[in-house]
């Protein structure tokens, strides 16, 4: 599976932004797609998942009720909706995919086999 991450940008702080993930290949039936971010020095931190079957939802606690992640139903894009974003959340933020994560390793990046490119997203303050 080949993964393509768009929508990343500027914004200024409380602004909101959408990110998509658009899936390429065969994905299996339990498959998970997720959203990790890092920051300029930063070690690389697990933001929100989605398994595609249950479309059951994970966040880090730092995102909650502030982020959302979706998928479309034709199975291919995966969404990230940041509202009320602040400058904290400036980072290159990656999707990643994988099959058959156990819900212990839902927020590790090692769970995850495919990778997109990163997108920049800046929040001015």
């Known amino acids: 599976v080949q993964l393509q991450a768009y929508g990343g940008g500027l914004v200024q702080t409380g602004g909101s932004l959408r990110l998509s993930c658009v899936a390429s290949?065969?994905?299996?039936?339990?498959?998970?797609t997720g959203w990790f971010r890092q920051a300029p020095g930063k070690e690389r931190e697990f933001v929100a998942s989605?398994?595609?079957?249950?479309?059951?939802?994970y966040y880090a606690d730092s995102v909650k009720g502030r982020f959302t992640i979706s998928r479309d139903n034709s199975g291919k894009t995966a969404f990230l909706q940041m509202n009320s974003l602040k400058p904290e959340d400036t980072a290159v933020y990656y999707c990643?995919?994988?099959?058959?994560?156990?819900?212990?390793?839902?927020?590790?990046?090692?769970?995850?086999?495919?990778w997109g490119q990163g997108t920049l997203v800046t929040v001015s303050s």
């Open positions: 990643a995919g994988g099959s058959t994560i156990i819900l212990s390793r839902i927020t590790s990046a090692n769970a995850y086999a495919s």
């Open positions: 290949g065969r994905m299996s039936s339990n498959y998970a």
């Open positions: 989605i398994r595609w079957s249950s479309r059951a939802t």
